[in-house]
């Protein structure tokens, strides 16, 4: 048995998600706060999350960190706002997809189809190519979700670990921003080029606090990105 948790402290909306989530063939589990989020989480151990941003007692984010901390399940939140700076922190603290109400509840079984479709595809690739991924002084270990540049670990996000899996796995490929879209959030994945941009920004900040002779991501204007290599 699949379950699907979602927490949500509006009962309308509960109760239509898991109506739909029953014809996915999923068991849903109903959190109405955080605390309860949490709970119900480490108890059913469920393939699918999904959260309201604004819930009692903790928020959406900080569930999402905490399971985050844990569990590479994936995770999709659900708010009424739609800014981009909040659509990018709840991306950036590691969730896999961000659903802005109102929303139609088929519209949201199709981003869960999509994230356990990209989930599915990213556990053969690393089957089929390792996990541990080692250019110059650059080590990526996607099966532990961890980067270090010489030594030296940087703390990146889980979306940022892929992100750089992704662009070091294929040198000096240009991937548009579409491509990355697709890759990383998938192609019902309804954002916009800023995501990735502000997403590129971010990581390279924190790659930039080691040195790293011999690559680096490249900004090709009017195109997308690249992970150089020298001498590739």
């Known amino acids: 048995m699949q379950y699907m948790l979602i927490a949500d402290d509006n009962p309308d909306i509960t109760d239509v998600l898991a109506a739909y989530a029953k014809k996915e063939e999923f068991e849903p589990v109903i959190a109405s706060d ?23 007692k903790e928020d959406g984010y900080e569930v999402c960190r905490k399971i985050r901390a844990k569990s590479d399940v994936p995770v999709i939140l659900i708010t009424a706002r739609g800014e981009d700076f909040e659509r990018i922190m709840g991306l950036d603290i590691g969730a896999d997809d961000y659903i802005v109400k109102p929303f139609s509840p088929s519209e949201v079984m199709a981003r869960v189809r999509a994230v356990l479709r990209r989930m599915t595809k990213k556990d053969k690739s690393s089957e089929e190519t390792g996990n541990i991924l080692n250019i110059s002084n650059l080590s990526i270990n996607l099966e532990e979700y961890t980067l270090h540049i010489g030594g030296t670990k940087i703390a990146l996000t889980k979306k940022e670990i892929e992100t750089m899996w992704t662009l070091a796995s294929n040198p000096n490929k240009v991937f548009t921003r579409d491509n990355l879209l697709d890759s990383l959030w998938g192609f019902d994945y309804f954002g916009d080029s800023r995501t990735v941009d502000s997403h590129i920004k971010r990581l390279r900040a924190k790659l930039d606090t080691v040195e790293h002779d011999g690559w680096s991501i490249k900004t090709i204007w009017g195109v997308g990105y690249k992970f150089e290599v020298e001498g590739v």
Do not use: K
């Open 34 to 56: 955080g605390e309860e989020a949490i709970r119900l989480f480490q108890e059913c151990n469920p393939s699918v999350v999904l959260l309201d941003v604004m819930m009692p």
